[in-house]
């Protein structure tokens, strides 16, 4: 179903004014009427009594639309148009306006809530304590659905979270494609976020294919946030096109390793890190071994046989390399 915009001028002053004149002239006429006992007072009375009953009507079809706010309209069960623009407006009064998701509220702060304050009538039936706007905001709005946890392409269980900025591009397809665009909305975004982070490893890691191409890269979430927040939006925006939705983007607002692995992790990390800190520190006193040698050489300041090489490398080794402070041995004999 496409959307079909209505053409009509904000017209709904003109139309209170009128409306309000021919009643206030229908209860004059009435009251005349009463006072005129002749044949004609009494068909006075009737006509005015119908204009005064049936004159309201024309009360029905006013609308007041806000900036960036459409009306989907409906005659009888038939798609009329989408009212669209700011103004004063008039339409057949007859027509019903329709908006599914109208008691659905998207929290900055949380998942989906569709509880809205209710209160008992006199027959004892649940009714919503405020009347519910069926106007559609066109408006930005946020999406910033609840942690989710998921296993990375490693089986790692990790805690993400993403918040997505969407608008209504086509409010037909999202009044009647589908039941409730905006729980519509969540779902998809739960199940693309899934789908996308199952394809990547939290950190980089060897021999991965993160793209598909089958050659293996260094794509991960924590170092690939805006390559992967590229593709969660297009996989929800594939999704949620015949909702008639746009996906403005898709950030990441939240990466971490579920509880349950984090303490594991976090000494993998660590480990890690302590290695790759040893390995530059060895490399650095391997060079500052083989210079030391050099310029004793070149300067011929002392000749050492390979025994005494040996010994010397070791001792710069211990003293470049140690956790510690050496503890220097002063040797007063010989080496043989």
Known sequence: MNEKILSAK?????????????????IVGFIFGINNGSVIGTVLIVVCALIILLGWLPYLGLKILKPQEALVLTLFGNYVGTLKGEGFYWVNPFCSAVNPAADTKLNQSGD???????????????????????RMSLKIMTLNNNRQKINDCLGNPVEIGIAVTWRIIDTAKAAFNVDNYKEFLSLQCDSALRNIVRLYPYDSAPDIDTTGDGVADDGSLRGSSDIVAGRIKAEIQSRVEEAGLEIIDARITYLAYAPEIAAAMLQR????????????????????????????DERGTVQLDDERKAAMVSNLLVVLCGNKDAQPIVNSGSLY
């Open 10 to 26: 904000p017209r709904g002053m003109l139309v209170l004014c009128f409306t309000t004149l021919y009643l206030l002239l229908a």
């Open 112 to 134: 989906v809530k569709t509880e809205a304050p209710r209160h008992i009538n006199a027959n004892g039936v649940s009714v919503p304590s405020m009347p519910v706007n069926k």
């Open 269 to 296: 990390q660590q480990a890690a890190a302590i290695v790759d800190a040893r390995k530059l520190i060895v490399d650095g006193a391997v060079g500052m071994v083989e210079m030391a040698l050099e310029r004793l």
